[in-house]
């Protein structure tokens, strides 16, 4: 069968589990992106089979943008200022999708795409611009489970630069109510990117987590009242694969509420 870039594609060899996209094709193997989890990957040729347009759908997106979060609040009496977001992204497309997903839940969001391995050297001077109240560092990550140890930081693809980055960026702001950090990626090192200075990372199980995730958990928070406790167990229910995709701290809403409207 011949395959091209752009082609939508599943793996014989995983049971057809993860639609992905063809970014690239060298010789007989092709490099493949999630098309809506974070996840890159590469696959012989032979091993690929095209999609059905039904298996390219997002179900779990397009019910995201159904949602408006502040139609469950009072905009008669009330007004609302939402913090601002700095969301940095080893993938251009991904980006894309979330700050769609924050402009249609009227969150303020800057957006900026740097690859993994140039996220800690820019980091500190895009807060210093922005000035953020919640950063999100993401991209692209993987665990190699064929090496078998989940504590050995050379058995992830990006998990290092996400640490790196989320370092940087509690030297420019230490404290969590300042500044709260949402890192990681598709099966990220959970446990050392909170030991690093995260309020919220992936993967706490090691799976694959969804395009939105990130930006699912900094939008919940923005728009929950300012010292109102979020309820943490929600929140995770509401990324694509719960706690097992994405877990951290419980943290107070960061939205101002002001009257009369």
């Known amino acids: 069968m011949e395959f091209k870039i752009g082609d939508y594609v599943t793996r014989n060899s995983y049971d057809n589990d993860i639609v992905f996209v063809i970014v690239d094709i060298k010789e007989s193997e092709a490099i493949l992106k999630g098309y809506d989890l974070r996840?890159?990957?590469d696959s012989p040729l032979s091993d690929l089979v095209l999609c059905d347009d039904e298996r390219k759908k997002d179900d779990f997106a397009d019910e995201l943008f159904k949602e408006d979060i502040l139609d469950?609040?009072?905009?008669?009496?009330?007004?609302?200022?939402p913090p601002r977001i700095l969301h940095l992204d080893g993938?251009?497309?991904?980006?894309?999708k979330c700050l769609?997903?924050?402009?249609?839940?009227r969150v303020m969001a800057f957006g900026k795409t740097i690859k993994e391995d140039e996220?800690?050297?820019?980091?500190?001077?895009?807060?210093?611009?922005?000035?953020?109240?919640?950063?999100?560092?993401?991209?692209?990550d993987a665990y190699f489970k064929k090496n078998n140890d989940k504590n050995d930081l050379n058995n992830y693809k990006n998990s290092e630069n996400f640490i790196k980055a989320v370092r940087e960026a509690r030297r420019y702001e230490k404290s969590?109510?300042?500044?709260l950090i949402i890192a990681g990626a598709c099966q990220s090192d959970y446990e050392e990117l909170i030991k690093a200075g995260a309020d919220f990372?992936?993967?706490?199980?090691?799976?694959n987590i969804h395009a939105l995730d990130p930006a699912?958990?900094?939008?919940?928070v923005s728009l929950t009242e300012k010292n109102r406790e979020v309820n943490l167990i929600e929140l995770l229910e509401k990324t694509k694969y719960g706690k097992d995709g994405m877990g951290g701290l419980m943290v107070n809403g960061l939205m101002y509420v002001g009257y009369p409207r």
Do not use: C, M, Q, W
């Open 39 to 41: 996840i890159v990957a």
């Open 72 to 81: 469950k609040v009072d905009r008669d009496e009330y007004f609302y200022l």
């Open 91 to 96: 993938d251009s497309e991904y980006l894309e």
């Open 100 to 105: 769609k997903f924050y402009k249609n839940n």
């Open 119 to 140: 996220l800690d050297k820019n980091v500190y001077k895009l807060l210093e611009e922005v000035n953020p109240d919640i950063l999100i560092i993401t991209g692209h």
């Open 176 to 179: 969590h109510e300042k500044l």
């Open 201 to 207: 990372a992936s993967s706490p199980k090691r799976v």
């Open 216 to 220: 699912i958990i900094a939008t919940t």
